[in-house]
């Protein structure tokens, strides 16, 4: 084993980016980058690479893309690297051939404080269930998915303000800040300090399913606040959402970004609109009323209430559904 350890990274997306950064920065020898295949997105359909990738071109460093995890090629190359350790941030699951190959091991970076929040959208749920406390946890990759025994955590304070978006934000700073102590102290070990290891209890994991469409729409027969702490944890994206009949009968999308919670419960039925179609718009709730910031109508862009006011007014007696 070289002095210098050598690292292979793993990632997708800009939240991976910060904790590759901050390698880089601390003069860690990253030997490789492992990322998703280039893909064709949005309305043209131009390639378009993952953040990670753009990061590692910038600095000249080696990068796979495999499309298959267990493909001979891949696993001949990554073998080649000689890695001592791999450090995975918001990539996919990895087989054990792969995880198992460095002789430190792999280690991950999870935007929770696990076992909470096991899976794949541990930001957006801590915010949807209206937690007040969240973090980042790195841990030692093994057979079940985020179950392995976590080396550091660091805890976050959430207020009742914070969006999904900003929390994404500050939990990519101090991942990064906690990639290179996680870095630092397996560096440590090859030279006699111990790594202090914590193993999961699994009767206390909680799960962070993948988002889809359906996660994604307002029931406006639940409590106020239930639906606030909905809006902002899937601000900005995926997006809250909901629909209603325009006065043409055709059926629009409403996307929801930023609202506020009035506690004012009137009789009008839940979903209802109330606006005067100038500077306000508010939705009856059971127990309250969420007073809309920031909204997008389908086709347009996402905009302030006034702004979107002076381009759509809606029919009197509209209903959200």
Same mark, same amino acid.
């Given at each position: ?81 000689? +890695? ?80 999904a978006g900003e929390l994404h934000d500050e939990l ?74 325009? +006065? ?38 059971a127990d309250g009323i969420l007073q809309l910031i ?11 209430v006034k702004e979107f006011l002076n381009g759509y ?9």
């Amino acid at each position: 084993m070289s002095d210098k350890l050598k690292i292979v990274f793993m990632g997708t997306p800009e939240f991976a980016v910060a904790s590759l950064d901050a390698l880089i920065q601390n003069n860690y020898d990253i030997v490789g980058v492992v990322t998703v295949p280039d893909k064709p997105a949005g309305r043209g359909q131009k390639i378009q690479m993952s953040a990670v990738k753009e990061y590692a071109l910038k600095h000249n460093l080696k990068i796979l893309q495999p499309i298959n995890l267990k493909d001979e090629k891949f696993l001949n190359e990554l073998k080649n690297l000689k +890695a001592d350790l791999q450090i995975v941030v918001a990539f996919r699951m990895l087989p054990e051939l792969v995880w198992n190959m460095p002789p430190l091991g792999t280690f991950n970076l999870h935007g929770s404080l696990l076992p909470k929040y096991r899976g794949a959208a541990p930001i957006n749920w801590a915010v949807i269930n209206g937690d007040t406390e969240t973090g980042v946890t790195t841990f030692k990759l093994s057979h079940e998915i985020d179950t392995g025994s976590i080396l550091f955590q660091e805890k976050v304070k959430l207020d009742d303000t914070t969006t999904a978006g900003e929390l994404h934000d500050e939990l990519m700073k101090i991942g990064a800040e906690l990639i290179v102590r996680t870095v630092k102290a397996i560096d440590d070990s090859r030279h006699g300090k111990p790594l202090n290891y914590i193993k999961q209890d699994d009767k206390l994991a909680t799960h962070a399913p993948k988002l889809f469409k359906d996660t994604c729409k307002i029931k406006w027969d639940q409590p106020l606040r239930k639906i606030y702490d909905h809006v902002r944890g899937l601000s900005p994206y995926p997006t809250a959402f909901t629909e209603f009949v325009d +006065a043409n009968g055709q059926t629009q999308t409403l996307k929801i970004f930023k609202a506020v919670m009035i506690a004012n419960a009137g009789n009008a039925p839940k979903g209802s609109v109330d606006t005067d179609n100038k500077t306000y718009i508010n939705i009856n709730c059971a127990d309250g009323i969420l007073q809309l910031i920031e909204l997008q109508l389908q086709g347009k862009k996402r905009m302030g209430v006034k702004e979107f006011l002076n381009g759509y007014k809606f029919a009197e007696g509209t209903l959200l559904k």
